[in-house]
């Protein structure tokens, strides 16, 4: 009974503290609506969620927030220095293809949000057998880099987290 009330505790709770997060006002009515987007948006998208994800290392998790946050702060100052101070200059964009090892959509899918949240990248496209994704980097000179950075700092703590 509970589970058809809840079927995705975790997104419920992230529904409601993003909502709250958006109104930047905690307020009983603002928490009463967050709690009502928070229940209902699972509820009604539940039957495209055939497999509930698990979550296997949640201090994985936690570290893996920080690490995308951290890297979206320096990200943000990089790339407003960039066009501050040098706007006529002669960026490299570069096209990478980064080999995935993950498996899971869920996974893949927050490897696209985060690479796509942090300024000068951009998750484009995913292969049609999900081996590889296609990123745009704004300026690098270093595509190898990248791509063990990407890798790095994402991939594998996903994997740990997802699979």
Not at 10 to 23: A, K
Not at 85 to 104: C, D, Y
Not at 113 to 135: C, E, H, K, Y
């Amino acid at each position: 009974m509970i589970s058809r009330l809840i079927p995705h505790p975790l997104l419920s709770i992230t529904l409601t503290l993003v909502w709250l997060g958006l109104v930047n006002k905690v307020t009983p009515g603002n928490l009463l609506l967050g709690a009502i987007f928070g229940l209902v948006v699972p509820m009604i998208t539940a039957p495209y969620w055939p497999d509930q994800p698990t979550l296997r290392r949640p201090l994985v998790v936690v570290r893996y927030i920080l690490v995308a946050l951290s890297d979206i702060v320096v990200a943000n100052v990089q790339v407003a220095l960039m066009i501050a101070f040098k706007p006529n200059a002669n960026f490299k964009s570069r096209w990478i293809t980064v080999p995935l090892e993950l498996t899971s959509p869920e996974a893949i899918t927050v490897l696209a949000g985060t690479i796509t949240m942090t300024p000068g990248t951009l998750s484009a496209m995913l292969s049609a057998d999900a081996s590889s994704i296609l990123v745009h980097c704004l300026h690098t000179e270093d595509p190898e880099g990248e791509v063990a950075n990407i890798k790095q700092r994402y991939e594998r703590p996903l994997k740990e987290i997802f699979e």
